[in-house]
Structure formats: C-alpha cells, structure tokens
C-alpha cells in the first residue's frame, strides 16, 4: 500500500518541535502546517456485532452507548464526505473499568452507515435491502493491550448475543489535526470538506466511495475536544477521503500534539489498572455519563464525582534547565516529580517524548511556579505543569476552596 509522505524538510521541522528554548509554551511546528494527518499503528480495531451489542455494552462502559439505538435525526458531526448520510450519529468515547472503579481500556465507538443509507456501484440509487445486515459497532483500541481487552470483554459476555472480534487487519485509525479549522469552533466545518479531495485535486478513495463503493466511511469530529481535530476507522488498504498531499506526518507528532492538550489516551498513558478516572480528567473529555445507570465501577466514579474535590489530575509538563531551556529525552515515564523546597512528592510523570511529557500531580503543588518542581534524583530537571484551555474553571475554583476550608 502506497502512503502519503511529507518532504524530508516538512518532517525535519515537525520532529523538530519539541527543540524550542522558548521560556514559555513552545508553539509546535504544527501549528504553522494546517491540518495534518496520522496513521495511529498504536490504536487496533475491534468489531461487536450482533442484536445484543447496544445491551452488552451500556452495562459495562462509562458512557451512554444507547445513542447508538436512537433515530438518527439532525446529529451531525461528521466532516461532509462522498456516499455518506448527511446526518449521522457521530463517536463515542468511552472506557472499561475495573469492578474497584479503576480505568482499565479506553474505546472509540462508531457506528457505520447502512447499505440502504449510501448510494448502490451505479451511484444512481440506494444500495440494496439490508433488512438482514446485522447491528454492528466499531472500536479503536490500544494495541498494546489489545488481546487481554478481547479477552476482557469475551468474559463478559456471558449469554449475550454479541460476536466480539478482532478486524485490525481490515481497518485502521486515523488522526485529522493540527492548525487551521480543526482547532476552532466545533460549529465551524471546513468548506473545502465538501468536495472531493483538495483544491480539485483527485482523491481515489472518495471518488470510489462516490461512485457507490461499499464503504463510506467518514472523518467525525473527535468526541474528546474540538481541538484534538477529526478521527476515523477507514479500511486498511486505502488512504482515507480529504488527506491534503504531502500531509501525512508520523504518530509521534500527535503524540505531541495531545501531550501539548494536556490528553492522555491509552492504557500507558493511562495507567491500567490503577488510574482514576476523574483524575485523568475522563469527564472533561466527555467519557463519563451520569445519567445512564449503572456500569461496571461506576460506585466509586458516582462517589467520587458528587464529593466534587478532585486532588489530583493529568497535566501537561514541560522539562527545562536551570536557565529555563528544554531538555530533551532527559525524563522517563514513571519518574517522580517532587517539591523541590519540602522535598514532598507532587505527582508522576505518565508520559514523555522530547522536551515535554503528561503528569498525574497534585493541584496544590502543580502550579506553584518554574522552581518549585523538579524530577526526583535529577534535581537539574526542572517541571513546569499547566493548566489546559479547555480545562472547565470551577476544577480549580473546587479544589482551592476546599483547600481553603481545610
């Protein structure tokens, strides 16, 4: 299969990113690239189907799966693709947690369009009877963990009619961001997302899915945060629709581009098995449903939630010297970050890549100033955390009055 590559040049400045010696939050190169797009190799797919997939699901995940069951309406939140329904029920995120309410397995739901909802390979009705075509949903999972999360879910299973399979090899996950329409208003689409390819160049795949192919599938605006851009599971052997030439960049630039959003994905990131849900911020990032009953390890996550103090949360970090320059490949994950004047722990980092990495730390001491963090053992390793934009204002309002009461 021949894929998209960027000019050696436009590689060079992207994997460049994280060598700025800027003081303050380095711009990456991407936001001066436009929109990007990355085949995501540490994401697998996973089919459930069968008539009890909705029921299967909703009693085990965090979020509110019986959308997928709804009459379609006016959802949109697909970027305009050839062959596609205009209105669609768009993703879900969601995780799978523990009986003790710990995060194990992040998910991407999609619900693929009907046969009878996409035009038939004359492109000049609909496609045929599919009053036999089983209930199918989609998964993009973290294929470090991908055997064991089938395994977890086979064991749940139990009697329900659901077939839960591994279709990998079939599909792929991709990642549509960077600068430019992606980071605005999730109200904004892309005019240029209306046809087929870019500036009237020829893209095979939409142009074959416009011609009545049997596949269809579309970029969504990611569930998480408009600013982390569009998302899709698109068949392995092609290049998915509205991927402009010379474009696509390697996985580590999103990578980059999360860590920068202060977003952790994944069963690394996240750490399986021990994780918090609301303190990597799953609610912000619109995973958790407080409406929808009951679910496994959905006790702890309902108690801590409505005791409303979260201690500690997922934020993005940066490394630096003493004259406040990046350092580079110098902190590993699972390194401790401490107060550097009382010598109390203040979290961990989770994550890192270059000059930069996610960390679980305590609020009271994560935005304390450049000084005051450093990596235990390497105290010449300085933290600076953040706060993200997208982060709701009464997180910290929360947790210093109640610090303030205490």
Known sequence: MNRLAFPKSFTQRCRAIHQTTSKHSPQTQLHSAGPVASLLKSRSVIRFRGPDTIKFLQGLLTNDVRRFAEPVGEKTANMP?????????????????????????????????????????????????????????????????????????????????????????????????????????????????????????????????????????????????????????????????????????????????????????????????????????????????????????QELVARTHHRGVIRKRIVPLRFLDSDGKELLDKVAPGSEVINTASSKKAGTVTTALGGCGLGLLRLEEAFKGSSALSIQGQEDVKVVASKPDWWPSDWLQDHQQHTAFA
């Not at 009237?200 to 416009?210: E, H, I, P």
């Open 81 to 297: 693709t050839p062959n596609v329904p205009a209105a669609s029920v768009p993703p879900l995120y969601a995780a799978l947690l523990t009986p003790q309410g710990r995060f194990l397995y992040d998910l991407f739901l999609y619900n693929p369009p009907k046969v009878t909802a996409k035009l038939d390979r004359t492109g000049s009705g609909p496609g045929s009877d599919a009053a036999d075509e089983p209930f199918d949903l989609y998964a993009d999972v973290d294929s470090s963990v991908l055997d064991e999360c089938l395994e977890t879910f086979i064991k749940y299973r139990l009697r329900s009619k659901v077939e839960i399979d591994d279709v990998t090899n079939d599909f792929s996950c991709w990642q549509r961001y960077g600068s430019g329409p992606t980071e605005k208003s999730s109200h904004v689409e892309e005019p240029e997302a209306a046809s087929v390819g870019w500036g009237a160049g020829v893209d095979d795949a939409a142009m074959s899915s416009s011609r009545g192919g049997n596949l269809g599938w579309q970029w969504f605006k990611d569930p998480r945060l408009a600013c982390l851009g569009f998302r899709g599971i698109f068949p392995s052997n092609i290049i998915p629709p509205l991927i402009e030439a010379d474009k696509e960049t390697d996985e580590e630039n999103y990578l980059l581009w999360r860590i920068e959003k202060g977003v952790a994905e994944g069963s690394t990131e996240i750490p399986k098995g021990e994780a918090v849900p609301l303190e990597c911020n799953l609610v912000g990032l619109n995973a958790i449903s407080f409406d929808k009953g009951c679910y496994v390890g």
